[in-house]
């Protein structure tokens, strides 16, 4: 069902998706979709988890050893291998599913150790560092998705993780 609503959000808006329409590209029937979630909105924040949980673990050893540019190479590769997958979430929502993927990765975010500095309150650290992160994100998979990932990781790291990693270590 992950797959089938991706797929389908590279098609359609988020909002005009349907059970059925996520059940019928599943290839499952109607009844089991809703038996597995309450509605669709339901399985995005499923599927947000799971790849949230998937990029936390290829980023956390290099955040918890103070790598900023290894985390944002960990992150942009773990895109770039997906790249249909983050430009459906990304691109092929709209805004309204971003901030709705933007407030999900945040509250799983939330789980992982505090690496923000005593004066930065860390709901704001986290909200600066995951709506700045889709911003570059959205801005290399939509207007320059030829750029080489290892330039669009650097770029990562000096505007966003290198910037709230110096600010950790004042």
Not at 67 to 89: I, M, N, Q, W, Y
């Amino acid at each position: 069902m992950h797959r089938a609503l991706l797929e389908l959000l590279a098609q359609k808006p988020f909002d005009t998706i349907t059970g059925a329409q996520i059940a019928e590209q599943a290839g499952i029937g109607y009844a089991t979709f809703f038996r597995h979630y309450a509605d669709v909105r339901a399985l995005l924040a499923d599927t947000v988890a799971a790849l949230t949980d998937d990029l936390a673990r290829t980023m956390m050893p290099a955040l918890l050893s103070s790598d900023s540019k290894g985390a944002a190479t960990a992150l942009v590769e773990a895109v770039a291998a997906r790249r249909p997958v983050f430009h459906s979430l990304l691109a092929g929502g709209g805004g309204a599913l971003r901030a709705e993927l933007a407030r999900q990765v945040i509250e799983r975010v939330a789980i992982l150790p505090d690496l923000s500095p005593s004066w930065l309150p860390r709901r704001l650290a986290m909200r600066v560092g995951v709506t700045s992160t889709i911003e570059v994100l959205d801005w290399w998979l939509r207007e320059e998705p030829e750029r080489d990932p290892a330039e669009v990781a650097a770029l990562l790291d000096r505007l966003v993780i290198g910037r709230l990693a110096e600010a950790a270590a004042e």
